[in-house]
Nanobody, 122 residues
């Protein structure tokens, strides 16, 4: 059973920085391997739908939502089965629960974490 556990959330002032981590486990019995999966970050603000933030493919190609481009950086450590999201210069509108997701297939991610709260204050 694949499990994704986010950490690193919390409160941060606008203009500061924060780094989220997503530790993955349980791939052996799933038929997937971490290094062979596209990984992503999503977020959901109060009263809004979950939205795409960023993803990283198996060859390291990255994609970002326009709202975070140039401020957030996604990365992965396949040796540690861990996904990261470095948030630089966060804005109050970045306040949300952040979710990691793994193994994109036919437009949908197979696995999701439980989320970590990020609160940006002015």
């Amino acid at each position: 059973q694949v499990q994704l556990v986010e950490s690193g959330g919390g409160s941060v002032q606008a203009g500061g920085s924060l780094k989220l981590s997503c530790a993955a486990s349980g791939f052996i019995s799933s038929g997937y391997i971490f290094s062979g999966c596209t990984l992503g970050w999503f977020r959901q603000a109060p009263g809004k739908e979950r939205e795409f933030v960023s993803n990283i493919s198996i060859d390291g190609t990255t994609t970002y939502a326009d709202s975070v481009k140039g401020r957030f950086t996604i990365s992965r450590d396949n040796a540690q089965n861990t996904l990261y999201l470095k948030m630089n210069s966060p804005k109050t509108e970045d306040t949300a629960v952040y979710y990691c997701a793994a193994c994109l297939q036919r437009g949908a991610y197979a696995y999701w974490g439980q989320g970590t709260q990020v609160t940006v204050s002015s």
